[in-house]
């Protein structure tokens, strides 16, 4: 493991290297998720107004594009923090050790309930995983088992007791982390509900993730950018269109959009945090520890986010719809936050 000192005297180093133009910066610099940046910015605003340094910057560029910019290098031209709405990824750690960034410290912040909202205005849905798969893959079996491109226009075509709706729905690119989760918890498990995928999920693995990971292009799925405000300005518009974006953002909208119930069970602060409902996930920050030191606060900034009126049930973050993990969780990475503790190769998945 690499000292502070040492850490910080790369850092100089690297500092140096860069341009006469880039100066050293004395404030904080937050890239990634959307879904995350409401929490994020919360904590942000709070450290400021407590002192303990300048207001950090956050910008919401997705998971995806936030992990290319922390782990392109070490210097004031990268940032120091970003937001993700899924765990790093395999390739995105191995990207960062080969930029030089080496020591990253990976913090679980809470809880996000994935959900497929609708206006208030629109016709109630009530949908299985199953479903959810057979309106957006790409490809789904035909009567005869074998699979055709998806010829589903309306829900009641997936089901007679679904509406009579146009199928459509507003989601995030493939850079986003929200995506990236939608795949994994919504359309992966609902294309093991279908029976007629049950033959090839056990004889070829990857012709059945290629086609969960595939999402129709005809229009019945509509990529809407990063930004999930958006999302929930279109849903206002199209009382039958269906948006996909973290739970925070419904419960900030409580009074013009709905959660659809997912196999039964409605996207809800409690329903989330006790596991029930199947579209939850955990959310991220991670840090690049060899900017502690050299730009001012970031141990301080850390210490404020896992801090118990932040990150616990009763905290701040929680009125801003973060579900709180488990305490004996929490207490964990708060304790690991504060120490600034290095994940390794194998804690990547």
């Given amino acids: 493991m690499i000292s502070k000192s040492v850490s910080a005297l790369a850092l100089l180093v690297a500092i140096a290297a860069v341009p006469a133009t880039a100066e050293a910066r004395d404030q904080i610099r937050i890239v990634g998720s959307s ?16 002192g303990a340094g300048k207001t950090p910057i956050v910008e919401s560029t997705g998971t995806g594009g936030g992990m290319k910019l922390f782990c392109a290098g070490v210097g004031v031209t990268h940032p120091d923090v970003t937001n993700a709405s899924r765990a790093i990824k395999k390739g995105e750690f191995e990207d960062c050790q080969k930029n030089g960034v ?23 849905l009530n949908l299985t995983m199953e479903q959810v798969f057979l309106a957006l893959a790409e490809q789904v079996p035909g009567a005869d088992g074998k699979l055709v491109a998806n010829p589903y226009k309306t829900w009641s075509d997936i089901d007679k007791s679904l509406p009579n709706v146009k199928i459509e729905v507003l989601g995030p690119p493939p850079t986003s982390g929200t995506r990236d989760s939608f795949h994994e918890l919504f359309m992966e498990a609902g294309a093991k509900k279908v029976a007629a ?46 948006g996909i974006f973290g739970f925070s953002f419904l419960e900030e909208n409580l009074t013009r959009l709905r959660g659809a119930k997912i196999d039964g069970v409605e996207p809800t602060y409690d329903e989330i945090a006790a596991g029930k409902y199947k579209g939850s996930r955990p959310l991220f920050v991670y840090v690049k520890k060899q900017h ?10 850390v210490a404020e986010y896992v801090s118990q009126k932040a990150m616990s049930k009763d905290g701040y973050l929680a009125r801003k719809g973060l579900v709180a993990l488990p305490k004996a969780e929490a207490d964990k990475v708060a304790a690991t936050a504060r120490e600034l503790k290095p994940m390794t190769a194998q804690d990547v998945m």
Avoid: H, M
Wanted: net charge neutral; hydrophobic share 40%.
């Fill in 35 to 50: 879904t995350v940046y409401p929490f994020t910015t919360a904590v942000a605003e709070q450290f400021g107004k407590s």
């Fill in 102 to 124: 080496k020591d990253i410290v990976e913090i679980k912040v809470g809880i996000d309930g994935l959900t497929l909202a609708q206006s208030k205005a629109g016709t109630s």
């Fill in 197 to 242: 995928l049950k033959d090839l999920q056990k004889s070829d693995a990857k012709a059945f993730e290629k086609l969960w990971k595939s999402i129709r292009k005809d229009g019945a799925f509509v990529e809407a950018g990063e930004n999930d405000n958006v999302i929930v300005q279109k849903l206002e518009a199209n009382k039958d269109a269906v």
């Fill in 292 to 301: 502690v030191g050299v730009i001012p606060g970031i141990d301080k900034f």
